[in-house]
């Protein structure tokens, strides 16, 4: 990652650099593309809306104020206002069993842990949009509390709300869930 300062400097160099904003690009690319893709699921899709991130952000450089928190939570704030459209628009679950089947993960190429956190993000997305996005960038994306907050643009207090009440919810969920509890032998 970089260190603030080149980070700055690389941010108000793009605004007529376009060499700039490519350093920009390539150093957060697959920070952006991995956490669109940990929530919906669909690689074609996740870089579909990773290029129209980094669009947005291009275009919105003039716009842009730095807070003093790194420019890859400006990023995920777009991601995750246009992955919680991209939901809203499909209207189902994305990793529902009725994906075509290169899209399917096969559980025989993974170990116990990764079978556990692949089922438990598909869980996730049972959850309404406000319990998916913090669940994902608490424990998915490992974001502390206040980057959270600082991401969605909503106090703290409201992001562990949000926090204990969808993993409330999860816990129902998985519960109920006989599949979870028979691929992980529960």
Do not use: C, W
């Not at 579909?48 to 947005?56: A, G, H, I, P, S």
């Not at 509390?145 to 106090?155: A, K």
């Amino acid at each position: 990652m970089l260190d603030r300062d080149k980070e700055k400097e690389l941010i108000d160099r793009a605004k007529f650099d376009k060499n700039a904003f490519g350093i920009l690009f390539e150093e957060y690319f697959y920070d952006v593309l991995n956490y669109i893709y940990r929530r919906i699921g669909i690689k074609e899709d996740a870089k579909d809306l990773t290029e129209e991130v980094f669009v947005k952000a291009l275009l919105s450089l003039d716009r842009y104020k730095d807070i003093g928190k790194p420019y890859l939570h400006y990023l995920l704030k777009i991601s995750t206002n246009l992955v919680n459209d991209y939901i809203k628009r499909k209207g189902k679950l994305i990793l529902s069993d009725d994906l075509d089947s290169e899209e399917k993960v096969d559980f025989l190429k993974f170990d116990e842990d990764d079978k556990k956190f692949f089922l438990i993000q598909k869980t996730i997305l049972k959850l309404p949009i406000k319990y998916q996005t913090v669940l994902s960038l608490r424990f998915i994306e490992k974001k502390k509390i206040s980057e959270i907050s600082e991401i969605l643009n909503m106090n703290e207090n409201s992001v562990k709300t949000l926090l204990r009440r969808g993993l409330e919810k999860l816990k129902e969920i998985l519960k109920k869930d006989e599949t979870f509890l028979k691929e992980l032998s529960l």
